[in-house]
Every structure is written in C-alpha cells, then in structure tokens.
C-alpha cells in the first residue's frame, strides 16, 4: 500500500471520529435540553393541577383572562386539551402520578362523545383519548372514539365532501352570512374519523376524512400555497360561494396558526392513507412558512403573515408549537434534515426566556404569547392550552426522534 493510501485512510478515520464526535455532543445537549425542560413543565403544571385539585371540581385551565386563569366550559373547544397534556406529561416523565390524574380528568369529558354541535370533537375527545390508548393502552377508550367519529360524521355534508364547521343560525356565525362554512382549522378533526375506521373496521369514517381532505386541498390554498381561513360552500350544490377569513388580519393573508394548522393535518393525512399528494401539499406549506419573508430569526411567527403592523405585532406562540410538531412527524416520512432543524429552532425558541413562562408565574401555564382570536379581541397575547399541548407534543416526538 502506497504511503498516499495510509494518509487517505487516515483522512477517512479522522472525518468519521470527528462526525461520530459531533453526534455524540450534539445527543448531549438535546437530553439535557429534554431533561430541564421536563423538569419544568412537571413543577408547572403540577403547580396548575393542585390549583384545581382545591376546588374538588373538574375545570379545565384554558387561557388568562382579565389576570386570572379562565376555566372553559365543558363544551368548548379547548377543553379537551389540558387532560391532553397530562398524558403528555406522563409520557415525558413516566411517572405514575400523572396517569392517574390524565385518566380521571380523560374521563369527565366522557359525554361529549356524544355531541353533535361541533366539528371540533378531534380536539375536544380525540386528543385526550387517543393519548390514553396509546400511553396507557386503554382499550375501553376505543368505543369513545368510534361514537365521537359517528357523532362528527353527522355534520359531513355530502353534496359538498366536506364536515361543515361551525352552525349558521346564531351567533356572530349568522351574521356572516354563511350556509356551509368550512375553515382549515378542521383538518384537525380528521385524525379522530382515521383512528375510528381502524378500532371499527368500519371505512366510512375514513372516506369521509379523505373527502374533507380533497375538497380542502382543491379550495382552500392560494398559488403560493397558504391558505383561506374559511370557505364556504353552498350545501346543495357543492360550489364555492365565498373565501374568507374569521381569525386573520384579512381574506386575502395569511393567518399563522391556519398555516399550521394545514401543515399538521396534512401530514396526519399522509400519515393514515399514504397518499403521495398530502405529503406533497405539507411540504408546500412547509415551504411557504420558511420562505416568508415576514417569518422572523426566532421561527414564532407574528399572528398573521401578512398584518401591516410588523415586528409591532404580536406573536403566536401556538401556530409555532404547532408547526415543530408537525414537522418532526414529516421528518419521519421525508427524511429532510431541514424539517428537524427548524423543529429543533423552534423549540429552544420556545424553551427560552422570551416565551417560556416563570416557575408559579403566567397562570402557570408553560407557554407565554399566543393569540386566540385579535379580530374578535379575543385571547390576545396570552398563555393558551393548546399552545401548551402542542409544544409537549413536539417535546415527545424529539425525545423519540433523538431514541432512534
């Protein structure tokens, strides 16, 4: 062997000691980072828990409200997920003690299987018993599912192929003028009719997921691939009436959380059918939200990609959680390094001082700086349950992906 042969092979020892080097540093920081993260999280909401815990009721923490935290009713569309981050919680630290709180609070919610004035049941009942099935096995969860899949299928209108979102006859819902409003935000729900055709066996909750799933893919996405917060559709025809917004700044922009809120159903999508043109359609999301130039360093965005009152916007915090959630999941079925690394940004932006509340501080809530709804003047930069949930969520899957 040639003396340039021994310097090459050394070139090579030396390049694969230095990259198995790295590796190992870079495993390092991401169990320390999970490890003070979740030490964290674990005080807090224990702190929020035992809150609740003196009032020998069932409430259900969802934001802040002229300084105090502001319990949801059972009804509302939020409720199901601070039982959600219990499960979460428990699966972040293993302990005991929040199963038994996960599953108690879980099962309060037990009649809104049954509730047929939303669309939001995958939030409401999905989030929390889908997490007790798959962190505790709970096979008893199975039939709550199904039936809350039964009880949303029953607002799938089939002259259209969507699942109509919110009633038209009361509210500020009426005064729009709507007749079958449809807003991304409902790509969400579609997870919960997938797992029901699976515990079922029966496929018309999984038909009509992937009806919704193609009359949004074909109405709701602009040339540059964001989105319409709502469309509406004239339920006996089928057609495109309208192409509005509720939460955003205007019809025509973009608002943050709608983009997320498509990038992660999308890729839940692809997740269950293997569709090729979901994958597709999340990617092109992906790609509108980290080309944007109003996409600020951190990767939290503004409320809405298009507000004129950039950077003297407030940011969303819950569009951010959302979106690192996602794009862990998409990493797995792409393989695109890149979806981690903004995931990875975006969590130790959120992880930080600028967004991660005080120990006993911010309702304690784990999240600070999310926006419910600015046009309605309505949870504006404030701590949100969702906000919370999605960035355990993203916790979980990068502690999975860094197992691997």
Known sequence: MERNDFINIGICLIGIFVGLSSCSKKDSVDKEFLKENVAFISEQLDLQLQEIEKTGEFLYPRSIKNGNVYYTPIQDWCVGFFPSNLWMTYKLTGDEYWKDYAQKFTESLDTLQHLTTTHDLGFMVGCPYLAGIRFANKEEYKQVIVQAAKSLSSRFRPNVGVIQS???????????????????????????????????????????????????????????????????YDPESGNVRSRQTAQGYSDASAWARGQAWGLYGYTVCYRYTKNNKYLE????????????????????????????????????????????????????????????????????????????AKLGENGNFILMHSVGSLPHGNEIDVPLNYADYYYLEALLRKKELSSK
């Open 281 to 356: 359609q999340a990617g092109k999301i992906a790609s509108f939200i980290f080309n944007n130039k109003n996409l600020p360093q951190d990767l939290v965005p503004y409320w809405d990609y298009n507000t004129p009152d950039i950077p003297n916007s407030p940011r969303d915090a819950s569009a951010a959680a959302i979106t690192a959630s996602a794009l862990y999941e998409l990493f797995e079925y792409t393989n695109k390094k890149d979806y981690v690394v903004k995931a990875d940004i975006i969590l130790e932006s959120l992880s930080g001082q600028n967004y991660q």
């Open 166 to 232: 919110w009633d038209v006859d009361k509210g500020w819902q009426k005064k729009r003028g709507w007749k079958c409003p449809v807003i991304i935000d409902n790509m969400m729900n579609l997870e919960l009719l997938f797992e029901a055709s699976l515990f079922s066996g029966d496929s018309t909750y999984y038909n009509i997921a992937t009806k919704h799933a193609n009359v949004t893919l074909a109405n709701h996405f602009r040339e540059d691939n964001s989105s319409y917060h709502v469309v509406d």
